[in-house]
């Protein structure tokens, strides 16, 4: 069927599922997916019913994220459910701590696809950024991936300006040597007072970078509905820089539509005073038809943050 689209004419093509608050690590940048904090986590039946009414809307894709999703004994469980209902894919954004134990079992039960977050190569810059001693565990677990067949496995690199910024391009040769595909995204400078020291401290200016690969790229490519994100080939590898979310363009592609670990329609990632509830009129036996009106008027809800002056 076609894909719903909201009232600025964009398209919901994919859908970001928050499973779960907790992580089993404790990186100092960590926004949670501009989530709200909460204890409270959807059981594995409620997400299929809510990715049902997503996929019966035209929803092509969805991704399982957290806090950190492999901290759900469920998890196979969960990815296999949603491999019935025929999505085009099923990813999950993860640490990569467990994915060793996971990998396998994920791919056999549907899973196309993972990012890694991952910022340094350094056990002590590893410890420093996330309070604990897993870098060991990462890396096994982005091999393992590869090895039984997931693709592309993606790295998300944040950089910070006097913590990593000196690793990208150790980074990127790791990600080459591997078959991986390097996202480096840059941290989102805001007017709120507190995050200014933060971005003051750590904010590195992408736009020097961006100059250098596209000077070494044999081939610069643009993903359209990913905020024309840009993605360089170079020497055989695979480099994509995320800009922050803070501008027009990130809104004016924005195609995606998240659920949070309580079970609420989140129209926009930068906003929290409009969720939707769903879980609970999953829970009150509301029909299929009811819960589509539902999610409907949560995509009719969504506007631009960022607009044009």
């Known amino acids: 069927?076609?894909?719903?689209?909201?009232?600025?004419?964009?398209?919901?093509?994919?859908l970001r599922i928050s499973i779960t608050n907790r992580c089993n690590i404790q990186c100092f940048y960590c926004h949670h997916d501009g989530m709200l904090n909460s204890k409270e986590e959807i059981s594995s039946d409620e997400i299929f019913q809510i990715a049902k009414v997503a996929k019966n809307l035209g929803v092509e894709k969805v991704r399982l994220s957290?806090?950190?999703?492999?901290?759900?004994?469920?998890?196979v469980d969960i990815v296999g459910k949603l491999n019935t209902l025929n999505f085009k894919d099923i990813s999950i954004t993860t640490n990569g701590i467990f994915l060793d134990k996971y990998a396998e079992d994920l791919v056999k039960a549907g899973l196309k696809r993972v990012n890694v977050s991952l910022d340094t190569?350094?056990?002590?810059?590893y410890k420093c950024i996330t309070k604990k001693d897993y870098l060991?565990?990462?890396k096994n677990g982005i091999l393992k991936s590869v090895d039984v067949g997931l693709y592309p496995v993606k790295i998300n690199m944040v950089v910070m300006k006097g913590i990593n910024d000196n690793e990208i391009h150790d980074m990127f040769g790791f990600c080459k040597?591997?078959?991986?595909?390097?996202?480096?995204?840059?941290?989102?400078?805001?007017?709120n007072c507190e995050d200014n020291d933060f971005n003051e401290k750590y904010h590195f200016d992408m736009t020097p970078l961006e100059k250098e690969f596209t000077d070494l790229a044999s081939e610069v490519t643009v993903r359209k509905f990913m905020q024309d994100r840009k993605k360089y080939f170079i020497d055989g590898g695979e480099v994509e820089i995320v800009r922050p979310m803070d501008n027009t363009k990130f809104c004016e592609n924005c195609t995606r539509l998240r659920i949070t670990p309580e079970g609420k329609i989140k129209p926009c990632l930068l906003r929290n005073d409009n969720l939707v509830d769903l879980i609970s009129h999953i829970r009150s036996g509301d029909s299929e038809k009811d819960l589509e009106?539902?999610?409907?008027?949560?995509?009719?809800s969504r506007e631009p943050y960022f607009i044009d002056d």
């Open 1 to 14: 069927m076609d894909k719903i689209k909201d009232t600025y004419n964009r398209p919901i093509i994919s």
């Open 66 to 75: 957290g806090g950190e999703p492999l901290v759900r004994s469920d998890i």
């Open 121 to 125: 190569l350094k056990p002590e810059t």
């Open 136 to 138: 060991s565990e990462v």
């Open 177 to 191: 040597d591997n078959g991986l595909i390097l996202q480096l995204i840059e941290i989102l400078e805001t007017d």
């Open 293 to 300: 009106e539902i999610f409907i008027g949560a995509v009719n």
